[in-house]
């Protein structure tokens, strides 16, 4: 008796120990994890942050820069011009006195530029740096002199003929008439007869310097 239940014992010892072995087996099996599996659940996320996009750093939007400043510009001021009335002159010698001469008016503004760029601009001042100089033109109004007409010289006289008169020979003599007229001579004149000097006979009696026309 004593042997067998020895043997039963040793028997029981080695299933026992077999057992406990296959249970650690078993669970080991279960508890392991599928390294198959963890590496594939590696890749899968090693893909996933690969392929997700990186969020972009937003681009400051930049400050414009804005400066002003001041600007002149120059413009021509037209000269007028006048006539005045010159005494000292003749008429129709008329002549500019005074050159015109165009004045200069310079405005200021205040330029404003953004990024270098003009954007706006307003006027802050204006002075005239040079006035115009009107131009004058001298109108002569004085009556030209004009030189009387040297009287005529009468040619001389034939011998015996009156040299106030040209034209026919008017004889010197106490009294002369005009041939066929009415008076009484006693000398007489066929003319006609130009008066060149003094009518001292009273040829003329109208006046046009022909006698005894």
């Known amino acids: ?10 028997k029981g010892r080695l299933l026992t120990g077999a057992g406990g072995v296959a249970a650690l087996l078993i669970a080991g099996a279960l508890i392991a994890p599928d390294s198959s599996s963890g590496s594939a659940s590696a890749d ?5 942050t690969a392929s997700a996009s990186p969020t972009p750093t937003p681009t400051p939007t930049p400050t414009p820069v ?12 037209p000269f007028d011009a006048v006539t005045v009335d010159d005494a000292g002159r003749d008429i ?6 005074t050159t015109g001469q165009d004045g200069t008016r310079v405005k200021t503004y205040e330029v404003t530029y953004t990024d270098g760029v003009e954007t706006s601009r307003s006027l802050a001042s204006e002075v ?6 009107q131009q004058v033109t001298s109108r002569g109004t004085r009556e030209p002199y004009v030189a ?5 010289v009468p040619a001389p006289a034939p011998q015996g003929c009156d040299s106030n008169y040209s034209g026919a020979c008017v004889p010197v003599a106490s009294d ?8 009484n ?10 008066v060149v000097g003094s009518d001292i006979y009273d040829l003329d009696r109208d006046g046009d310097g022909i006698a005894c026309d």
């Open 128 to 133: 005239v740096a040079a006035p115009p100089v």
């Open 185 to 194: 001579g006693p000398a007489y004149v066929r003319g006609p007869v130009s």
């Open 92 to 97: 129709g010698q008329d002549a500019v006195t």
């Open 176 to 183: 002369v008439d005009c041939d066929g007229g009415s008076g």
């Open 148 to 152: 009387p007409a040297p009287a005529p």
């Open 44 to 48: 899968t996320a090693v893909q996933r």
């Open 66 to 77: 804005v400066t002003t400043e001041n600007v002149d510009v120059s413009e021509a001021i």
């Open 1 to 10: 008796m004593k042997r067998w239940w020895n043997g039963l014992t040793n």
